[in-house]
C-alpha cells in the first residue's frame, strides 16, 4: 500500500511558477513510475507527466518545455516544477503512483492560474 500527499497548489498570475511536490509512504516508491495527472471542471483526468524508476520522463505536449518532473528515492517525493504557467493550467493535480499496474492517487491539489 502507497500513500500519497501532496502539496504546493495555490493560486498564480499568468506566466508564474509553481512546484507542486508529493510525498509518498511505503517502500515501493523507489521501484514505482511516479506521475502527475490533472482534472479541469468538466473534464476528463489526463497525464501531464511520468517518471520510471530509473528517470525516464513522459510529458503531456501541452506542458513540454514548461513543466519537468523529478524524483528523490531518498526522500520518496516526485516533484512536477510548473513555469510560464497558463490559464488553461488551472485545474486539480493528483500524484500518482503506478506500481506493477496498480494504482495509487494522492487527494488532489489545486492549480489555478489567473490571466
Known amino acids: 500500500q502507497v500513500q500519497l500527499v501532496g502539496s504546493g497548489g495555490g493560486l498564480v498570475q499568468a506566466g508564474g511558477s509553481l512546484r507542486l511536490s508529493c510525498a509518498a509512504s511505503g517502500t515501493i516508491f523507489s521501484i514505482s513510475t511516479m506521475g502527475w495527472y490533472r482534472q479541469a471542471p468538466g473534464k476528463q483526468r489526463d497525464l501531464v507527466a511520468t517518471?520510471?524508476?530509473?528517470?525516464?520522463?513522459n510529458y503531456a505536449d501541452s506542458v513540454k518545455g514548461r513543466f519537468t518532473i523529478s524524483r528523490d528515492n531518498a526522500n520518496y517525493t516526485v516533484y512536477l516544477q510548473m513555469n510560464s504557467l497558463k490559464p488553461e493550467d488551472t485545474a486539480v493535480y493528483y500524484c500518482?503512483?503506478?506500481?506493477?499496474?496498480?494504482?495509487?492517487w494522492g487527494e488532489g491539489n489545486l492549480v489555478t492560474v489567473s490571466s
Open positions: 517518471i520510471t524508476s530509473s528517470g525516464n520522463t
Open positions: 500518482n503512483a503506478n506500481y506493477y499496474g496498480v494504482n495509487f
